[in-house]
């Protein structure tokens, strides 16, 4: 079992960065598929970054492709979010996930634990 706790959120002004982290507690940390996802008011919860166990392999949605960077250090237990040149459709409630299967990585049913969210606010 892994407990999340996502950290770094706030308000932004279009084209700007914010820098997402997320702990986890356990020991088992390096044996997760890890996502980043964001849901917005109103809308479904969607998939903005994946990293896999090894962080060898990484998964972006168009909307954020070369925008957003995943990364991860499993020395410490922590996944980050990088989030570059942000735009007020970025606004939202960023949940950070854990899963065992990288096949899963893009769904939500793919990830059995999650965190509380930290908002994400970007001011046009």
């Known amino acids: 079992q892994v407990q999340l706790v996502e950290s770094g959120g706030g308000l932004v002004q279009a084209g700007g960065s914010l820098r997402l982290s997320c702990a986890a507690s356990?020991?088992?940390?390096?044996?997760?598929?890890m996502g980043w996802f964001r849901q917005a008011p109103g809308k479904e919860r969607d998939v903005v970054a994946a990293?896999?166990?090894?962080?060898?392999?990484?998964y972006y949605p168009d909307s954020v492709k070369g925008r957003f960077t995943i990364s991860r250090d499993n020395a410490k237990n922590t996944m980050y979010l990088q989030m570059n040149s942000l735009k007020p459709e970025d606004t939202a409630v960023y949940y950070c996930?854990?899963?065992?299967?990288?096949?899963?990585?893009?769904?939500?049913?793919?990830?059995?634990?999650w965190g509380q969210g930290t908002q994400v606010t970007v001011s046009s």
């Open positions: 990293i896999s166990w090894s962080a060898d392999t990484t």
């Open positions: 356990g020991r088992t940390f390096s044996t997760y598929v």
């Open positions: 996930a854990a899963g065992r299967r990288w096949s899963g990585h893009s769904t939500e049913s793919g990830y059995g634990y």
